[in-house]
């Protein structure tokens, strides 16, 4: 047995698809130290060959480093998915029962729900808007060329057979596009991702490609309403999930 296999089996176990964690907490959890190399030489955390008895540690366990700080002693896993297709979506949109399905994503979320009147059945259907790809620029992205209005973008990132998303509501998607970091935590997670991609694909939603439906009457969403930009950020959030694939920096 692999003097590795605490990770891989941690690994296995864990319940997340995202996992950052500094190398003394590795080291605890496989009780002896890292060699000097993993503090000093990226390549020691590489996925790339996965023969090294280290790397067999988490490639077995279906997981792949995607970011490496040597300098903090920090490193990112990410579980792996084997295809880079599109996730299949049902024509005309799909709808969500908002009240059960944001309950999972975030109590901010529900807490938000709760000022619409009958929240009970409240539902959104979502029209995906495929954007198309994004353009490497340097060390980011450069996105296609969106309106400068309020809505979702949802970006499909890919990296060596990973496949994963960002979700993120903007009041203005031009800028969003321009300037992903603003400070926030969620905007550092679309960064670094996004940087650290392969191939990147974008979809996106405008108050005309959401639909609101509460006590029998259905609407079109209003934007200008950030309870409305709120609600279909966190509906996007929860419908994306139902794919089964991470969405980085959701709660």
Known sequence: ???Y???TDYLKRYGGDEWNVTFSEIEQILGFPLPPSASTHRTWWANHGGVMVHQKAWISAGWRVVMVDKERGQVRFM???TTQ???PEPPGGQWLNVAGAMARVDPRHVAEVRRYQGAADLSVRLD???LGPA???GRSWRCPVIAAVPGVVRFHVFRRGL???VVRSARDLAVLARHPRDGSSESETMWQSLRMA???LIDYLLAEHVTVGSGGAIRAADFSDLRDLFLAEAAAIAVTRETGLPVLGAA
């Open 128 to 130: 995906w808007q495929h």
């Open 85 to 87: 297709r599109r996730p």
């Open 1 to 3: 047995m692999s003097k």
């Open 163 to 165: 496949h994963a998303f």
């Open 135 to 137: 353009v490497r620029d």
């Open 79 to 81: 579980r792996q998915v």
């Open 198 to 200: 392969d191939s990147v």
């Open 5 to 7: 296999a605490p990770l």
